[in-house]
């Protein structure tokens, strides 16, 4: 096969993790298996740093198929300890490794020296998920059980570039806790069951990010950074041609004014108009000077929410209204319309409520995803 594209395989963003009382970490081994959605024969691995306060030494990196035994050594520059310094990312060297679709790739990452943790992003799925373990077990083929957790954290490690075939293209997500979440997991997999096999859903997502405002104070800091900063260097995904956007609930639901909490003053409530001029000014003008086709997605149901008002849905729903109509965008996924209840509409309908009346459920997600297949297949 001729192998001469660089595409993104598989990606998350890069946050600001929890500001807990620990925040460092020593001896410590992560492992992430990743889906490869398309076959190459080359890799190089992104490492971000971008939210980190301090340099960040990766002791040893390792990755391995899931059908090999071999655990192969990364490298930056030749070295085998790759320095992300702070508020940078740092792409790996290349390395010559047989990818076949459906394959695991396995990243193993050992952290020897005490290291912020700062950089991660928190992220589920059926694709997703991986585990951490007391020690140096970076090519050891199993983590001792008693020494090892779960987590759905993913620290440092951005992004995998597979060199693959002219036809395969990355589809980047973009978006705060919903996107974070499921349902992109869910695409990829209803992509592959239907005969998709050329394009990688490539998740960017934060959870509680805005489109207009940050959080600068401990408490929300792991919200992450606005739109503005982190578009462009969340959609610069290699091989990508379309990104779609669901993102500026949190904008309409944060606000609650200082007497009730002294960080989301009333006058972070952005107008319509103000959400509409964020979309078109941070996200569709950078789509376009990068010839990137921008798809925009509808704001799921929020009645029943803890700040739920009458004004905050009045937002919601004209910014859905523009949403649909937006002339600069190359198209739009109606997932407000997938999800609703199609009497109450400002409610989920039945069973696709997780129960915080904010997130979808399990099932609610799968239908995010056949939403967005539907596009993908028709217009891609």
């Known amino acids: 096969m001729n192998f001469t594209k660089w595409v993104a395989a598989w990606g998350t963003a890069t946050s600001i993790t929890d500001r807990k009382e620990c925040v460092y970490a020593k001896d410590l081994t992560l492992r992430y298996p990743l889906h490869m959605p398309f076959e190459g024969n080359k890799i190089r691995l992104r490492f971000s740093n971008l939210t980190g306060t301090e340099d960040v030494v990766l002791s040893k990196v390792f990755v391995n198929l899931d059908s090999e035994e ?77 020494l090892t957790r779960n987590t759905s954290w993913y620290y ?4 995998v570039d597979v060199l693959t075939l002219e ?47 940050q959080y600068d104070c401990i408490t929300y800091q792991a919200y992450g950074l606005k739109g503005q900063t982190r578009f462009p260097i969340e959609a610069n995904v290699s091989g990508c041609k379309t990104v779609i956007i669901q993102h500026g609930i949190n904008d309409i639901i944060h606000p609650v004014g200082v007497e009730v909490n002294p960080f989301r003053p009333m006058s972070d409530m952005p107008t319509t108009e103000e959400l509409c001029r964020g979309i078109k000014d941070f996200y569709l003008a950078w789509c376009k000077e990068h010839n990137l086709n921008a798809v925009l997605g509808t704001l799921l149901p929020i009645n029943g929410w ?24 190359q198209g739009y996924i109606d997932f407000d319309k997938a999800l609703r209840d199609e009497k109450s509409p400002e409610n989920f309908a039945q069973g696709f409520d997780s129960g915080d009346h904010l997130h979808p459920s399990k099932e609610a997600y799968k239908a995010m995803a056949h939403a967005a297949a539907e596009y993908v297949i028709n217009c891609l």
């Open 306 to 329: 803890r700040t739920f008002a009458p004004f905050r849905e009045k937002v919601r729903n004209e910014f859905n209204q523009w949403i649909r109509t937006c002339s600069e965008a």
């Open 70 to 146: 071999a655990f192969i050594p990364l490298t930056k520059d030749g070295n085998s300890k790759i320095t992300l310094p702070k508020g940078q990312e740092v792409t790996s060297d290349e390395i010559s490794i047989d990818v076949h679709r459906g394959q695991k790739l396995t990243v193993s990452i050992y952290l020897e020296e005490c290291t912020q943790m700062n950089a991660g992003t928190l992220v589920t799925g059926p694709l997703s998920g991986g585990s951490y373990a007391y020690g140096d077990f970076a090519t050891s083929k199993d983590f001792p059980p008693d």
């Open 167 to 213: 036809e395969n293209q990355a589809l980047c997500c973009f978006g705060d806790s919903i996107t974070a979440q499921d349902w992109p997991d869910y695409l990829q997999q209803e992509l592959e069951l239907r005969g998709v096999h050329n394009v990688s859903v490539i998740r960017r997502a934060v959870c509680g990010t805005r489109i207009l405002r």
């Open 156 to 159: 440092f490690l951005n992004t």
